[in-house]
């Protein structure tokens, strides 16, 4: 009775403890890569139903251009190139981020207007912010080219233009 007593206080500490550290937020600074010009930001906010992304770039082409987590949260090679490919813990196939397969770290495409700029906002099912599957300490890449959704495993992208590692940030 005592042991049962001592560990369901110990369960309940846990509990607390792991709650108190939950990400809530992240947040990724995008970087040029070399002979590139592209920068931006991008948020990430955990929501009962998701998790919500808002990304704003600029110094891009005008077009659409692949928008993906990477696997490692290294951005240190000119091309970015160490970041490695795409995020994909469960280990399936490319595609597009409404699709029922694909990688977590596939995020489509950003559309930039005539100016360079690009806004995008999603709420995305498939990717967390805690636990082992969790984007935290990945790298967030944009492509030089349009993702065209279905090529394995990298929609075809070209080059990378930034890089950004994705943080924990203030809630
Ligand atoms: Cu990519
Ligand atoms: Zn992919």
Redesign the pocket.
Known sequence: MKAGMLTMVLVVTLVAVAQAQLVMKAVAVLSPTKGNSVSGTVTFTRFQTGVKIVADVSGLTPGLHGF?VHEFGDCSAPDAASAGG?F?PTQTH??APDMPF??V??FGNLVADASGNAHYERVDTIIVLNGGNSVIGHALIVHEKVDDLQTQ???NAGGRVACGVIGVASP
């Open positions: 993906h795409h994909n490319h595609g694909r990688h770290g596939d495993p990298t929609g």
